[in-house]
């Protein structure tokens, strides 16, 4: 919570920072979190149990590793029976089968087509939130498809070079509906009512028992980022960018399940690369973060860099930019501090929530890693027996 002590010690460390009154009113209102510590969050234990979805990815895993990913998915996922074609979206067709289930005859000639389907992989990654199905696409045009397939209602759409993730969530599995409709004529399911369509009325405000949540990843480099502007092996830097973008998407993962809240944000960006770079990298790299932002020639700004994705609504100005800049800098320094005295075995769950119960503002504070150390100490042991 946001107490006004708190808005007073982030003010005066703008005015130390060279803000002037009208930045720093425009600074503290794009600092706002919804990541709210309570009496729910603190009961909480880790990991969390599974959502309902988790089941039935495990059975495509099954599938797919007699049949292969590819094939299995485009019997589980309608929008992989379409291609990626300009109006696909209000064929009678596609309407058809993404909004009313009714599937099209299957032609592999006449579906999604992709340039490596055999690459295409499947697993389901345990996170402290719950275990979270993932499909990594090693070719970049196969990630692109699949993002367009499944995001993008199968219309052609750009992807920008710098994103190589994306989380499909409020997904309308037609697969599990068919099951339940499965259920409900086998008496299984019993909802009083004279007709599937009754019945599936009724349970349409449960969408825990037909909406999925997945993570859809590429092993391009992380934030359009050369392996050679790190200094490393190019196939070494696929590896790590796979891995950043895994945990990256799966920090998102947790602060939805544990604020409901997942948001194209300043803040969550940050913690979010914080737990992949962490983990891809066997620590905390300040430098490539910076890299990622665009900031590493500081306090000159790359063009392209992934800083600008962040300016908020209505956009910050530019003075509020370049103060923002120098902020996200500081912030990286500090997390860097605060992760080369963390004990080795913390768990994920403490860092994050550590992470979350300060603003952006406050990471960038010299007191940040004391601060988060502190956090990390009292909610270090949440987990599950």
Request: glycine residues 6%.
């Amino acid at each position: 919570m946001m107490t006004p002590e708190r808005e007073a010690r982030i003010a005066a460390f703008l005015a130390e920072l060279g803000a002037d009154g009208a930045v720093t009113e425009e600074l503290l209102r794009y600092n706002q979190s919804e990541f709210v510590q309570d009496e729910r969050t603190h009961a909480l234990r880790f990991p969390l149990a599974d959502e309902p979805f988790v089941a039935t990815w495990e059975r495509y895993m099954a599938e797919a590793a007699h049949a292969g990913v590819f094939p299995t998915l485009r019997t589980k996922l309608v929008q992989l029976a379409f291609p990626i074609s300009q109006g696909v979206s209000t064929a009678e067709a596609y309407v058809a089968a993404t909004r009313r289930g009714m599937w099209p005859a299957l032609d592999p000639d006449a579906g999604l087509q992709l340039v490596a389907p055999e690459a295409l992989e499947m697993q389901i990654y345990a996170t402290p939130a719950g275990r979270l199905p993932i499909v990594v696409a090693r070719e970049r045009a196969d990630f692109e498809t699949l993002l367009c397939a499944l995001t993008k209602r199968n219309e052609p759409a750009a992807v920008p070079p710098s994103q190589g993730a994306c989380m499909v969530a409020g997904y309308n599995n037609w697969d599990r509906i068919a099951d339940l409709r499965r259920q409900w004529e086998s008496g299984a399911l019993a909802e009083g009512s004279s007709t599937w369509d009754e019945c599936f009325a009724r349970l349409q405000p449960r969408k825990e028992l037909y909406q999925d949540r997945f993570i859809l990843l590429s092993d391009g480099g992380y934030s359009g980022v050369t392996a050679s502007s790190l200094g490393l092996d190019e196939a070494a830097w696929r590896g790590i960018s796979l891995a950043i973008r895994r945990e990256h998407e799966c920090a998102h993962y947790f602060t939805k399940r544990v604020f409901q809240s997942m948001r194209n944000l300043l803040l969550d960006e940050v913690i979010a690369d914080f737990m992949g770079v962490r983990a891809a990298a066997k620590g905390y790299r300040a430098d490539w973060f910076l890299r990622f932002m665009g900031l590493e020639d500081f306090p000159s700004y790359r063009a392209g860099g992934r800083l600008q994705n962040y300016l908020g609504t209505p956009p910050l100005s530019t003075e509020a930019f370049r103060m923002v800049s120098l902020v996200v800098k500081l912030a990286a320094e500090q997390l860097q501090t605060f992760d080369r005295h963390l004990p080795d075995a913390v768990e994920s769950s403490a860092i994050l929530l550590a992470l979350t119960d300060l603003s952006l503002l406050e990471l960038a504070m010299p007191e940040a890693p004391n601060a988060l150390a502190k956090c990390v100490a009292v909610f270090g042991d949440r987990r599950t027996t």
